[in-house]
């Protein structure tokens, strides 16, 4: 294999890994970043190229009697999904089998992907407010209580944003998620502002639910990545467990200094 033969080769592994990097840091279930590696490597290609992928790391190699041997690993660590960006790798690898781009012309467009800003601030936390308000009413509160649940899930992310997330790990940010919105919703029904602290607690702690982790880990072990499946399975166990100590810890100082009104 010539010299140049071999630039390419690993300008296409790189390429291959960076596109898997941003799928997996981004919420997307293992299958599918294996699919896109091996597209890449085929439609440039690379025909002995591996990848296995585990929900916080990619390893990958390639090489045979015609090929030169390569090999790396790639630490991924378990973060936020955000769609926008899976999307935009998915719509990418469809163009790129059209011929529509070289190997650093997709790997450029990648780059713009993993550059992609999220959503602003104060979006995230209008949504998460909006968000309470109405699974509140869903689950069968009241008009009171979703107005209860709003004003939570808006304190809720903005402590996420500025207080859990920059200064917190994962397992105290989220106990003191739960505690925060357990101690509000307490306030606002021992103050007569909604009748059914359940759904108002219910509502406004749903902007902390792993959802998109949970249905994954459920999705890798379908697929019989059971080491994958069961790492995410376990980091959505620990949320949930998370947000339940914060919840219990803040009942038992409302009941107690509420004279056991939340009872």
């Excluded at 800003?117 to 069968?140: E, M, Y």
């Excluded at 500025?162 to 919703?185: D, E, M, Q, R, W």
Aim: some cysteine.
């Amino acid at each position: 294999m010539s010299e140049a033969e071999n630039i390419k080769e690993n300008e296409v592994m790189e390429t291959a890994l960076l596109a898997g990097h941003i799928l997996l840091e981004n919420g997307a279930e293992i299958s599918r970043v294996e699919e896109t590696f091996d597209r890449i490597c085929s439609h440039y290609g690379v025909n002995s190229g591996n990848a296995f992928v585990l929900s916080n790391g990619i390893f990958t190699t390639v090489g045979d009697d015609r090929e030169k041997y390569y090999a790396k690993v790639q630490h991924i660590p378990v973060s936020a999904a955000r769609f926008n960006r899976v999307a935009a790798v998915n719509q990418l690898s469809r163009e790129m089998e059209t011929g529509k781009y070289t190997v650093s012309e997709l790997r450029e467009a990648l780059e713009r992907i993993k550059k992609m800003p999220g959503k602003k601030r104060r979006t995230q936390i209008a949504a998460s407010a909006v968000g309470s308000a109405a699974f509140c009413l869903l689950f069968g509160g009241s008009l009171w209580d979703a107005a209860a649940a709003f004003v939570s899930g808006l304190v809720l992310y903005v402590y996420i944003l500025y207080v859990s997330g920059p200064h917190l790990s994962k397992i105290v940010g989220n106990i003191g998620g739960g505690a925060l919105v357990t101690f509000l919703c307490g306030l606002f029904y021992m103050s007569g502002l909604g009748s059914r602290i359940d759904y108002m607690i219910i509502g406004s702690v749903m902007p902390m639910i792993p959802g998109v982790a949970f249905t994954n880990g459920i999705m890798d072990i379908a697929s019989c990545d059971y080491i994958s499946g069961a790492v995410r399975l376990l980091d959505a166990m620990l949320v949930f467990f998370g947000i339940a100590i914060g919840m219990g810890m803040a009942f038992t100082l409302l009941s107690a200094f509420g004279g056991g009104i939340l009872l």
